[in-house]
């Protein structure tokens, strides 16, 4: 199994405080993404990371952002949390240089109420 | 623009039945890959199979089949013979190169599969 954790792996907060979810890989993988899950929407997008500081975003970015200093970590912030982003978040990475089938971590489920 | 439609939302069959989890997918690129993961009811998500653009070679694996139809931009998986253990959510996945580096993954929406016994 990839080496793939989520820091926290359950989370309840508030509206309008700030969140940020940690994934580290041991891996060393160059390219890691955010995924968010919810009901009769699959998997989606948020932001994706190509390499350390270089980052781009997803389809569903707004509200979302994040940072690599080192390729072991991908940060996911929520600058202030709201109810809709209540959802599991997964984050990934992808396999061998060249072959880009994604590898999951167990995911955070986050409650905002 | 990407798209992946996954038309079946819930399949409920009986143990020992053949099931085909439907997957149609649209894509402006030459240059693309199809994906098949696996999220049973513990949550975490397993990569299943990987296809690329030019291979339209249908793959077997045990009870799993995979057909790639690029004139239909299609990529239909079918389990043979189901057992409970199949039961799970499948999505179905296409990704593409990106300018950036790497590449974007689009999923479907995802079928549930639930297989009674």
């Known amino acids: 199994d990839a080496g793939i954790t989520q820091s926290p792996r359950h989370k309840v907060t508030e509206t309008g405080t700030p969140v940020t979810l940690r994934c580290h890989q041991t891996?060393?993988?160059?390219?890691m993404y955010w995924y968010r899950q919810d009901p009769g929407h699959g998997l989606r997008l948020i932001h994706y990371?190509?390499?350390?500081?270089?980052?781009d975003k997803g389809e569903v970015s707004d509200g979302y952002s994040v940072s690599r200093s080192k390729t072991e970590d991908f940060l996911l912030t929520l600058e202030s949390a709201t109810s809709s982003q209540t959802s599991v978040y997964f984050c990934?990475?992808?396999?061998?240089?060249?072959?880009?089938?994604?590898?999951f971590g167990p995911g955070t489920r986050l409650t905002v109420l | 623009a990407q798209k992946v439609t996954q038309a079946q939302t819930e399949i409920s069959v009986v143990e020992k039945e053949d099931v085909t989890l439907d997957c149609v997918y649209e894509?402006?690129?030459?240059?693309?890959?199809l994906f098949w993961y696996k999220q049973p009811p513990s949550g975490e998500l397993v990569f299943l199979i990987r296809?690329?653009?030019?291979?339209?070679q249908n793959e077997i694996s045990g009870r799993y089949s995979w057909n790639f139809q690029k004139s239909t931009s299609s990529f239909n998986f079918t389990i043979t013979a189901s057992q409970v253990v199949d039961s799970a959510v499948y999505f179905c996945?296409?990704?593409?190169?990106?300018?950036?580096?790497?590449?974007?993954?689009?999923f479907g929406a995802g079928t549930r599969l639930f297989v009674k016994a």
């Open positions: 990371s190509y390499g350390v500081k270089d980052t």
């Open positions: 996945a296409l990704s593409e190169s990106v300018n950036t580096g790497g590449f974007k993954t689009i």
């Open positions: 894509t402006r690129d030459t240059t693309y890959y």
């Open positions: 891996e060393n993988h160059r390219y």
């Open positions: 990934a990475i992808s396999g061998r240089e060249g072959y880009n089938e994604q590898f």
């Open positions: 296809r690329n653009s030019f291979d339209e």
